[in-house]
Nanobody, 120 residues
Framework: QVQLVESGGGLVQAGDSLRLSCAAS????????MGWFRQTPGKEREFVAT????????NYADSVEGRFTISRDNTKNTVYLKMNSLKPEDTAVYYC?????????????WGQGTQVTVSS
C-alpha cells in the first residue's frame, strides 16, 4: 500500500508562487496516474490537475489552467504542483492521490493534505 505525504504549503500573498511536493513510499508510483485535488471548508474536494504515469499527459481544471503545472519524477517517487500567480480563491487544503479513474478523476490513495493560504 502506498503512503503519500504532501509538503510545501504555506501562507503567501496574491501573485506569489509555491511548489507542492507529494512524496510516495511503500511502493513505486511509476505505474500510477496521479492527481492533485483541493478542498475548502463546506465544499467538496475538487480536481486541480492530473498526470499520467509516464508524465506525457496532463489535465488541469479551468480555474488553474495556465497558472499551475503538474509534474512528476518517478526516480524520486514524487509528484509536484507548481503554482504561479496565486489568487485568494486558491486557498484550500491540497491533496495528492493515486487515481483509480482517469476521467473524471477519482482518487484512490490519499495523502493527509497541505494547507495553502493566499492573502489579498
Amino acid at each position: 500500500q502506498v503512503q503519500l505525504v504532501e509538503s510545501g504549503g504555506g501562507l503567501v500573498q496574491a501573485g506569489d508562487s509555491l511548489r507542492l511536493s507529494c512524496a510516495a513510499s511503500g511502493r513505486t508510483i511509476s505505474s500510477s496516474d496521479m492527481g492533485w485535488f483541493r478542498q475548502t471548508p463546506g465544499k467538496e474536494r475538487e480536481f486541480v490537475a492530473t498526470i499520467s504515469r509516464s508524465g506525457a499527459t496532463k489535465n488541469y481544471a479551468d480555474s488553474v489552467e495556465g497558472r499551475f503545472t503538474i509534474s512528476r519524477d518517478n526516480t524520486k517517487n514524487t509528484v509536484y504542483l507548481k503554482m504561479n500567480s496565486l489568487k485568494p480563491e486558491d486557498t484550500a487544503v491540497y491533496y495528492c492521490a493515486t487515481l483509480r479513474q482517469w476521467y473524471p478523476p477519482v482518487g484512490n490513495s490519499w495523502g493527509q493534505g497541505t494547507q495553502v493560504t493566499v492573502s489579498s
